[in-house]
């Protein structure tokens, strides 16, 4: 089978590879939408599960980006438009390094605040079938479901991006990386709450907001690039 971008057709390996690379962004965003809504329930006032939510919502925009950019890619040429719409992928793209960046800047300034003002947040207990439960317990098995398959997901996106050439998919697999980063460091936080470290819960998001700093400001960088015709590096 062939894909058509344009008036460009893909060989049968590349569009395998769309449209594997289609089905995976559709998971993903099924992955993402129950994520938002179990990290939501389970917060409380912890500051690392309050950065996982902001960061898994906003992990909604590159698969969105991804699909409406595979979309409008294959539209032929117009007298409107006569070099195609092949620049939506580069869009696409600018819109994945801009969520990543503006996300990592906006939980160290967050969780930097709740460090100077030396907040303590309380993790409560919760009674289950007559029986109480530590609501850190909670967290912590939220984290690991939902940043377990973000792990499988990465990997296999970051298989198929060399293949088509995509930065955009790329940026989606790094993204995914920072989940399961942000799932890794809120349940440290978490756990440092338990055993009286107040300070754990901020320092764990800060340390993951640095990393998706540095990965926003990244392909952002790239994409601003590709924009303005730069002479291609490796």
């Excluded at 994520?35 to 960061?55: D, N």
């Excluded at 992990?59 to 294959?74: D, G, H, K, M, T």
Aim: aromatic share 6%; charged share 15%; net charge positive.
């Amino acid at each position: 089978m062939t894909a058509r971008f344009g008036h460009t057709e893909l060989p049968d390996k590349q569009a395998q590879a769309l449209k594997k690379a289609t089905r995976l962004e559709r998971v993903s965003l099924g992955v993402i939408a129950v994520t938002v809504v179990l990290v939501l329930l389970v917060a409380g006032s912890s500051q690392a599960m309050k950065a996982a939510w902001i960061e898994d919502s906003l992990s909604l925009l590159p698969p969105i980006a991804f699909l409406l950019a595979a979309r409008l890619i294959r539209r032929p040429p117009t007298a409107a438009k006569p070099y195609g719409y092949h620049r939506a992928i580069g869009i696409a793209h600018l819109v994945s390094g801009c969520a990543l960046l503006l996300m990592g800047l906006y939980l160290i300034i967050d969780s930097g605040l709740g460090l100077f003002e030396a907040e303590h947040p309380p993790i409560g207990v919760l009674v289950l079938f007559d029986t109480p439960i530590w609501q850190g317990w909670l967290m912590i098995a939220v984290m690991i479901v939902t940043g377990a398959p973000t792990v499988i997901l990465g990997r296999m996106k970051l298989k198929l991006a060399p293949l088509l050439h995509d930065k955009v998919l790329y940026a989606d697999a790094q993204m995914n990386k920072a989940d399961w980063m942000t799932s890794l460091a809120t349940i440290v936080g978490i756990l440092g709450i338990g055993v009286g470290l107040w300070w754990a819960d901020s320092v764990a998001a800060i340390v993951v907001a640095i990393d998706i700093v540095r990965d926003g400001w990244k392909n952002l960088r790239d994409a601003a690039r590709d924009l303005m015709d730069s002479r291609a590096t490796q």
